[in-house]
């Protein structure tokens, strides 16, 4: 009988340990997170978020809006775009590694080639545009897809997925 009682004790152990769900791995750092980016407005203040669309030709905000009159460049990097595009003023810049940021509407005295130096000026808001007046729209890509620009700003905290039930 007691015999009986530990093979029932013990089969009830095995099947707890295999219902318990493994635990949760770490979530790997953002590799983006800790590159050193500074806000391209300051002071900082975000007027309309990042909306990332459900496909690559969804609706969305690949983008934020920050309220500014000056745009300053988030890291080191190379103008690679000056001008207009459907009336409205673009620059963008090239940061290497797969990083390139746009700012819309901006107008600028600097030329495509120019180097730019983290948080130096690189132009001034203008009219026009998407967002609204006294607002830069700041997009980031990131190997051609756009990427929320807080993740190299500090402020997208990684979400952790755990197993339900």
């Known amino acids: ?57 969804g609706p969305g905000h690949r983008g934020i809006d920050l309220r500014a009159d000056a745009v300053r460049s988030p890291a080191d990097g190379r103008i690679a775009f ?13 940061h290497g590694g797969g990083l390139v940021t746009t700012f819309e509407p901006v107008v600028t005295e600097l030329a495509v080639g120019d180097t730019v130096a983290r948080a130096a000026l690189v132009g001034r808001v203008s009219a026009g545009g998407h ?13 051609s897809d756009y990427v929320n620009p807080l993740r190299l700003l500090g402020g997208v905290p990684r979400a952790v997925l755990l197993p339900c039930c």
């Open 82 to 94: 000056v001008g207009k595009v459907a009336g409205r003023d673009i620059l963008t810049i090239d």
């Open 1 to 57: 009988m007691f015999s009986a009682l530990l093979r029932s004790l013990g089969l009830v152990v095995l099947i707890a340990v295999a219902l318990v769900p493994p635990r949760a791995e770490a979530a790997e750092p953002d590799p983006l997170a800790h590159l050193g980016w500074v806000w391209p407005a300051t002071p900082a203040q975000v007027t309309r978020a990042f909306v990332a669309p459900a496909h690559a030709y």
């Open 131 to 143: 967002a609204t007046p006294g607002t830069v729209h700041f997009g980031v890509r990131f190997h």
